[in-house]
Structures are given as structure tokens and as C-alpha cells.
T-cell receptor
Framework: DVKVTQSSRYLVKRTGEKVFLECVQDMDHENMFWYRQDPGLGLRLIYFSYDVKMKEKGDIPEGYSVSREKKERFSLILESASTNQTSMYLC?????????????FGDGTRLSIL | AQKITQTQPGMFVQEKEAVTLDCTYDTSDQSYGLFWYKQPSSGEMIFLIYQGSYDEQNATEGRYSLNFQKARKSANLVISASQLGDSAMYFCAMRVYNTDKLIFGTGTRLQVFP
């Protein structure tokens, strides 16, 4: 069974801090994704990666960066956290080209920026 | 532009009754996939059911079925014999053509009462 693990369920940080959200998957998936979830807005794609060291911007990349040094790990970085980045963050992964298969999600990180 | 629309922010249903959650989509592609996810209050995203655009039969998975009407571009989720544990947020999503990315709707919060 696919396991996607996010490093923290809850995280509280201060404005201006550099914040790292980590995601690890154990199924050798090529594709990994970071989403942000806000009430009334659904899930919005921040960044995704289709291979090691490869990344593409999603719909709302501003204020975020990502890192994928190893296939199993995809990190989301808030360079200088702001209060409007308080949100639920979800990581997902899927193998390449398996179009009828779902993305597998981690349990989410509820991030609060004070 | 590709888009998913869920027009019901909230729904109520009595235990053991059936409920339909609406989802309409917009795409000019001929090949696409539609997914439904359940998100309990604990936050994890649980995959429920998938429908491919070329599938002739409506998808079914246990108590979940997908009422796929291609001409109307709708992919409504039907939950039969609702249970208290079905209370959750439900998201409809569409795979972007020739990629592994998903576009999500804004979700419907379902509450099942005794």
C-alpha cells in the first residue's frame, strides 16, 4: 500500500521565518505535488515535480519554493512566512503515466503563521 | 480553461438514505479522468472512485457510484445507504490531459444525521 508521509500534522511558525514542509513517499513514484487547501477554495496546486531535481510551478507558486534532491522526498519551502500562508498543506504522489490511478495523499500539515 | 464546479457547499442526509453530490466539469479535451475524494475532519484525502472519459459504464465502488453524463459534462457522486461515518468533505477532481496533475472543485460538506 502506498504511504505518503508528511513530517508534521500541526506546525506553528512566526512571520518572517523560513519554513520547511517535508513529504516522503515509499512507492518510487515519479510525480509529487504540493497543494494548499483553504475553505471555499478547494485544493490549489502550488508546485509539482516529475523527477528528481525537476519542478514546475502550479497555480499559486508565489511565496513558495520546492526541492527534490531524492526521488522519495519533496520539500516545500516558505522563504519568509507570512500570515496569509496560514493554511492546510497536502502532499501527494503518483507514478508516471498511470492515468486511471489516483494521486495518493499524505495526512496534511496544518500550518499557522503568527 | 479546465474547471471543476461543485455548487453545493453543504448537504444534509439522513442515515440509510441515498445522497447525490453534484460535480460539473469543463474541458475541451476528449481524454480525461474524473476522481472523487473524501476528506474526514482528520484531514486525510481518501480516494473513492474514478471515471475515465471513454468508460461506457458508470463506475461503482461498493456504496459509491458515479453518475457520468458526458454530454452534460457532469460526474455526480451517489452514496447509497448513508452512514454516520460518511460525514466529511467531498472533492471532485479532473486529471489534466496528458499530465498527472489534478484540478479540484471547492468541495461539498456532507453531514449525515441519525
Amino acid at each position: 500500500d502506498v504511504k505518503v508521509t508528511q513530517s508534521s500534522r500541526y506546525l506553528v511558525k512566526r512571520t518572517g521565518e523560513k519554513v520547511f514542509l517535508e513529504c516522503v513517499q515509499d512507492m518510487d513514484h515519479e510525480n509529487m505535488f504540493w497543494y494548499r487547501q483553504d475553505p471555499g477554495l478547494g485544493l490549489r496546486l502550488i508546485y509539482f515535480s516529475y523527477d528528481v531535481k525537476m519542478k514546475e510551478k502550479g497555480d499559486i507558486p508565489e511565496g513558495y519554493s520546492v526541492s527534490r534532491e531524492k526521488k522519495e522526498r519533496f520539500s516545500l519551502i516558505l522563504e519568509s512566512a507570512s500570515t496569509n500562508q496560514t493554511s492546510m498543506y497536502l502532499c501527494a504522489s503518483i507514478g508516471a503515466g498511470v492515468r486511471n490511478q489516483p494521486q495518493h495523499f499524505g495526512d496534511g500539515t496544518r500550518l499557522s503563521i503568527l | 480553461a479546465q474547471k471543476i464546479t461543485q455548487t453545493q457547499p453543504g448537504m444534509f442526509v439522513q442515515e440509510k438514505e441515498a445522497v447525490t453530490l453534484d460535480c460539473t466539469y469543463d474541458t475541451s479535451d476528449q481524454s480525461y479522468g474524473l476522481f472523487w475524494y473524501k476528506q474526514p475532519s482528520s484531514g486525510e484525502m481518501i480516494f473513492l472512485i474514478y471515471q475515465g472519459s471513454y468508460d461506457e459504464q458508470n463506475a461503482t465502488e461498493g456504496r459509491y457510484s458515479l453518475n457520468f453524463q458526458k454530454a452534460r459534462k457532469s460526474a455526480n457522486l451517489v452514496i447509497s445507504a448513508s452512514q454516520l461515518g460518511d460525514s466529511a468533505m467531498y472533492f471532485c477532481a479532473m486529471r489534466v490531459y496528458n499530465t498527472d496533475k489534478l484540478i479540484f472543485g471547492t468541495g461539498t460538506r456532507l453531514q449525515v444525521f441519525p
